[in-house]
């Protein structure tokens, strides 16, 4: 069965600095997908940024950006220039698809605060 | 942009209870989630629908059952509440599994309280 272990229940970082959350996961499968969504205060989750595991790049958006390392099985999210409203749980999760079946499996998250 | 809407922000119910909890989501999205979340614990599914009137168990389904009428609505029920199912409860939706690396919109979430 599929693990995802975020192993830092909190961190804090100074704003405008940047900040990395780390995630490892546990699957013997090739083919999947990887997640970060943020939970703000205000409760509503929303996806950061996404990973197929079938592509060697990592994907940024805009001050999101994500070191995947397949052979290690490790998922991490950098956030450059750290804002107030980074402030949130951000969660790591992993992805396989299939006909009929449709599972995310989560991690515990981590609670990030920003500084001012 | 997709919305996904729980009836409920606050729930406090008696033990015993007989609780539905209401999802709707307005984008045509064939799978819908019903997540429960404690601190700790991150988000534990318990269950999913990919179509209408299908169901799925998922990793926490005792002491729940669901209820899909209707593509945009998923109802969790909880038959007889007990007090640790006091949670938040989150519902998500997201296109068909064809679409491989569709995201989880989720709503706001339900905070149930059963004393």
């Known amino acids: 069965a599929q693990t995802v272990t975020q192993s830092q229940p909190e961190m804090s970082v100074q704003e405008a600095e940047t900040v990395t959350l780390s995630c490892t996961y546990d699957t013997s499968e090739n083919n999947y997908y990887l997640f970060w969504y943020k939970q703000p205060p205000s409760r509503q989750m929303i996806l950061v940024i996404r990973?197929?595991?079938?592509?060697?790049q990592n994907a940024t958006e805009n001050r999101f950006s994500v070191n995947f390392q397949k052979a290690a099985k490790s998922f991490s999210l950098k956030i450059s220039d750290s804002q107030l409203g980074d402030t949130a749980m951000y969660f790591c999760?992993?992805?396989?698809?299939?006909?009929?079946?449709?599972?995310?499996?989560f991690g515990t998250g981590t609670r990030l605060k920003v500084l001012a | 942009d997709v919305k996904v809407t729980q009836s409920s922000r606050y729930l406090v119910k008696r033990t015993g209870e007989k609780v539905f909890l209401e999802c709707v989501q307005d984008?045509?999205?064939?799978?819908m989630f019903w997540y429960r979340q404690d601190p700790g614990l991150g988000l534990r599914l318990i269950y999913f629908s990919y179509d209408v009137k299908m169901k799925e168990k998922g990793d926490i389904p005792e002491g729940y059952s669901v209820s899909r009428e209707k593509k945009e609505r998923f109802s969790l029920i909880l038959e007889s509440a007990s007090t640790n199912q006091t949670s938040m409860y989150l519902c998500?939706?997201?296109?068909?599994?064809?679409?491989?690396?569709?995201?989880?919109?989720f709503g706001n979430g339900t905070r149930l309280t059963v004393t």
């Open positions: 984008m045509d999205h064939e799978n």
């Open positions: 999760a992993f992805m396989k698809p299939r006909a009929g079946t449709y599972k995310y499996i």
């Open positions: 998500a939706s997201s296109l068909s599994w064809t679409h491989d690396n569709s995201p989880l919109h």
């Open positions: 990973q197929e595991a079938y592509k060697q």
